[in-house]
């Protein structure tokens, strides 16, 4: 894929998602709000996090009983070093039970499935940034392509690592390039596919009228 390809396929599908952000369902925007929630109980408990929600929430659908697919960012002092926190980390479990429980208790419901793909340490982020080591170079790679494909609660904690690195000219060069390799398998998968389908089914029920130019895009995009 050229350069530019690779750019557009990566650019066309952040701007699709906050397009398709403004027809938020109901329960799409009480879930936003259940995480944002959750954030919450975890910084007054001292831990600093954030998340890219992943899946159908990214379109504004979601369901009341929906699975969640999620992507963890959070300080981990005892994975400081060079190891990864999945899957055995503590200050993971806990943050992951309280997002579960938060979840539920704002949601009013028993259960819900909570997935967590993957931890990125901020540390290893922070320490990219200020050392360039070539060790956490696929952390950052990892962190990047989150950012595009997910939707973030707590954004703040993470957007001056977003500005450092989308400055960096080099660094973007090769993140588009393998993002974008990535995320044309990703928007391959059955599941991604599905709940676009059932999205635009969605808006031509509610007789919502869609932006000409976004209904072409969409096309493609299915394409
Ligand atoms: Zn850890």
Redesign the pocket.
Known sequence: MSEDKSKNLIQIYQGLKHKYRNYDTRDALKRMQAFRKAIQALDERGFSVSLEILGSINFGIVEKQSDVDLILFHY?R??KGQDE?MPL?S??SFEREIIAHTLCSHLHTEKIHIETLDCI?LHHVANYITKRDKEHYPTVLRFLFYGTIGRPVNFSLVSKFYDILTEDSDIMKEFYKWGSEILSAYLQTSDHRLSFHKYNERILNLGLDLPEGLKKELEEYLD
């Open positions: 981990c005892i994975h926190c980390c200050n993971l340490n």
